[in-house]
DNA sequence: CGGTGTGAAAGTTTTCACAGCG
DNA sequence: CGCTGTGAAAACTTTCACACCG
């Protein structure tokens, strides 16, 4: 069917202009994660009422998002998952394998060390760093722990452009100059405090005991509920 | 001080009306972040331009969300960080200690039962639940594995009303499930997937892998570098 | 018919700008 | 003076509603 439109523009191409926002980006990461589920149970099609449906928005919210991006549609049927998959992954350059680096390879990051999770979305952990000389040298889930000091030869060498900060807070800071340092592009953030960064340096910030928070005021002031998941703030 | 304000309002009470957005109850979590840091450095007041200046929000975004809630302020002075921090944390729920339950004990449940952040802000894990025979009865960073059997009555004879959700993707719903089941009010999920839930029931999602998405994107279609001069005409 | 894609309307959040206070 | 608190304006996001398509 993509082959049946008319030209002017590529079906599933970018309209190129637009600065999207990034409340529609972090949908995109929903819709896709319900989308593999869907295709691995045997569905194949899916109207965006369906698909809104299951993540708690409406159908237009579907419509408008996809729209920033490209036609994706089919009328009268709906989307077909496969497409949409690959579109999306496009959209969010996860159709190439992401290595990335982390430094800090405390209780959590030992954790995440081992996360499947990574994986399934074309991530993977090429290099992890800490500077506690007990933990240089082993190797945990099956990767060599390096001292902090090889980070930037590792990064330059294997091309790397994002990491993780899994230090405590009071080494964040000092994390994120060497990873900056290093050239590393984006950083998600697991220490409970806020980074300084140069501009061109993106980054995400995961803080478990403020998603902790969001719930004690929810539960406290009995907010009434909007559908489903909270995307990251 | 605050005893020497005008009548009409209490000073720090809560407009008592307005549905507050969620996007400013998140922005309380890092201005209450933000200020404990500043208040254990030593600094005792804060002008909101400051505080903003800090996270990267304007100054006038801070005064409108702290004005959701009351007035915290002096002018010409600033807000004082030890009333502001309590205020904070009266307005998220969070100056009594809050017991939450974790389900899963796997490597990232291990990982968050050993994480100092959350007790920083006043939850604490009160038990942790597994379904497989070989965890039950250990001991893990001083929690006691229970069986999964027992959350309902743990959870009822401790009070408790938060949950967290460890589990791997395909037995989230059904963990989701128990937790509902035993009367918890509000679940962080862990697990890649969107749970389906009674709309009394208030939940917050954390993907790890969507988080990594989101950097993805943001280094995909990050502009080129710009110069590091740019001074205005 | 069932469903997309999309302008235009409605609603929400952010920024502006300024009166008022200590 | 420096800064808060807050209406009013601007910017942005969501919802509506409908032409069009297979």
């Known amino acids: ?101 982390m430094v800090g390879v405390g ?37 060599r722990i390096q001292h902090i000091d090889e980070l930037a030869a590792t990064v330059r060498d294997r091309s790397i452009r994002l990491g993780m900060i899994v230090v405590p807070a009071e080494r964040a800071q000092e994390a994120a100059d060497m990873l900056v340092a290093a050239g590393i592009e984006g950083i998600v953030n697991f220490a409970p405090v806020t980074l300084s960064l140069p501009v061109h340096v993106q980054n995400v910030g995961v803080d478990l005991a403020i998603e902790l928070e969001q719930l004690s005021f929810a539960v406290t002031n009995k907010l009434p509920k909007p559908p489903t998941e909270t995307p990251p703030a």
Chains 1, 2 share one sequence.
């Open 1 to 101: 069917m993509v082959e049946s439109r008319p030209q002017p523009s590529q079906p599933g191409d970018a309209p190129s202009d637009a600065s999207v926002p990034k409340v529609v980006v972090s949908r995109i990461s929903l819709y896709l994660r319900e989308l593999q589920r869907l295709e691995s149970s045997g569905q194949h099609t899916i109207s965006s009422g369906q698909l809104g449906t299951l993540l708690g928005f409406s159908d237009a919210q579907v419509r408008k998002d996809l729209g920033f991006f490209g036609q994706f549609g089919y009328p009268g049927v709906g989307y077909r998952c496969d497409e949409l998959i690959r579109a999306m992954r496009d959209i969010l350059g996860t159709n190439h394998g992401w290595p990335v680096v």
């Open 107 to 143: 209780n959590l990051g030992q954790a995440l060390l081992g996360y499947r999770g990574f994986g399934r979305q074309n991530f993977s952990i090429a290099a992890a760093f800490d500077a506690d000389p007990a933990k240089v040298g082993q190797t945990i889930q099956g990767i």
